[in-house]
């Protein structure tokens, strides 16, 4: 029987589950596999932690400060690049005419 | 020559089982416990690191074979001529050695042409923390990990594109 493998994958999944006293904590990731004939791409991050204490249960959300900052930095740059560039296009043509 | 060929060809299967065999190897990253560290306890504490995990890998592999250099025409020619010939007489065909008394064509010629072969590969692969998780009998506490190199990069990056972007601005107010 062959297995089917697929060429793209994004899914989430839960780690074990790590108990202290009357605690249990699940991790949980996402990952993107990106399978090529003669490749592969694997990007994965963790994305939460679900706690649970006898019925209560709580999902805590891992936030990446860091790309978050980086993401929001190099899109003002990118803005920033785009429209001097556009006043740079229209100059030219100013000039031109 | 063909022993050495299927040598070659042998060698180059099993290379490619070889790396086909490492990718798949590559997709256990795509596992929670890649980038999840085992629980670390110390001091009533219950500690888990968490990071980002990118890998990346490829390969590649190239064959070819080869034939007889010499055309068949003029192999059977020379065949022809030496098998019609008399065979105490030795044929001196210009530019090749006496043909055989077989009327085999002249031994060193129609040898196989040459073969290749070759393969390559690459990856790369990243880790990144993110937060470490901490768990004790009170309860749980996600604190993040700051890159403070990283987002000075990427703030620098944002001040030229602040001063390129001004400049334009300038030049387009003046005139």
Redesign the interface.
Known sequence: MTQEKQRF?W?K????T?T??D?S?T???R?L?I??P?????????VA?L?ERGDEKRR????????I??LG??G???G??V???V??M??RS??DE | MNETFEQLTATSVESQEQAIGLIEKLFTVAQPNAVFSEPLTTQGRTIITAAEINVGLGVGFGFGGGTASASMEEKEGKGRRAMHADPHERVDLEGTEPASEEGEGSPGEGADAGMGGGGGGGGGASGRPIAVISITEDGVQVEPVVDATKIALAFFTAVGSMFFMLTKMRKAAEH
Do not use: C
């Open positions: 994958k899914q999944m839960s780690g074990d790590v202290v006293g605690l904590v991790p949980q990731s990952s596999a399978r090529f003669r490749g592969g791409w694997v990007l994965n991050r963790p932690v706690v805590i959300p891992i936030v990446d400060v860091t790309r900052a980086r930095l190099y003002l740059s990118v920033m690049a429209v001097g560039l006043m740079w229209k100059e100013g000039s």
